[in-house]
């Protein structure tokens, strides 16, 4: 099975720009969460969806937004970049559902805003 | 909130060394707790999970973790250190009940192995 996939690998913006962010989850997967790594903040939870409804979010500013699409690929938003968006964005996918299921990573999206 | 406390930022050992990386939890309630393990320029690579089946856990290559509720602990154990096991590990938790699909992340132990 292939694993999950995020385009693109790297990206740099200016600030006050908006950046989309891709994922797509293994076969079969219908949740997908999204977090930001830096090396300041760790990694931190930003939003999850499971069957393209958003079951729950973390404490990040409405900038960020996301959504899934009926073959359960997903995307997240930032809108009006800030320099402090800087970071790696990971994405991972599970079965979902009502039990703790394994949830497994792409390689990263490193966005850098200048 | 969930807290997750990894003991040490960095650990270093030898080859063929014993290695081992503290995680405690916060909660009431013994959450779901895994290990994963990143690579530079990697996303995260699952180790070991528990979910309540088994104390001992074990995982890929060659780790395994033991679950001690009276110490709220998750550690992670390797018998005899590679070179190729240095990386960084996190902790997780998810909590049981609504917030399924969240993962509360420790800040990381960079484990260094030395010839």
């Known amino acids: 099975k292939a694993g999950v996939t995020q385009t693109p690998r790297y990206l740099i913006k200016t600030r006050g720009q908006q950046v989309t962010l891709s994922c797509s989850p293994i076969?079969?997967?219908?949740?997908v969460s999204w977090y930001q790594q830096t090396p300041g903040q760790g990694l931190q939870f930003l939003f999850e969806y499971f069957s393209e409804t958003q079951r729950n979010k973390g404490n990040f500013p409405g900038r960020f937004s996301g959504r899934q699409f009926s073959n359960s690929r997903s995307e997240m938003n930032v809108s009006t970049l800030e320099l402090g968006d800087s970071a790696l964005y990971l994405c991972a996918s599970s079965l979902g559902g009502t039990e703790a299921y394994e949830q497994y990573f792409g390689p990263g999206t490193r966005l850098t805003v200048t | 909130a969930q807290s997750v406390t990894q003991l040490g930022s960095h650990v270093s050992v030898s080859e063929g060394a014993l290695v081992l990386l503290r995680c405690n939890y916060s909660?009431?309630?013994?959450?779901?707790l895994f290990w994963y393990v990143q690579y530079p320029n990697q996303g995260l690579q699952l180790l070991l999970k528990y979910t309540s089946a088994a104390t001992l856990v074990k995982g890929i290559n060659g780790f395994e973790a033991e679950f001690k509720k009276s110490e709220t602990s998750f550690h992670l154990t390797k018998p005899s250190a590679h070179m190729s096991d240095a990386a960084e590990y996190f902790c997780a938790v998810e909590p049981r009940g609504s917030t399924l699909g969240r993962l509360y992340f420790g800040r990381g132990t960079q484990l260094t192995v030395w010839p």
């Open positions: 909660s009431s309630v013994p959450p779901y």
């Open positions: 076969s079969g997967h219908r949740s």
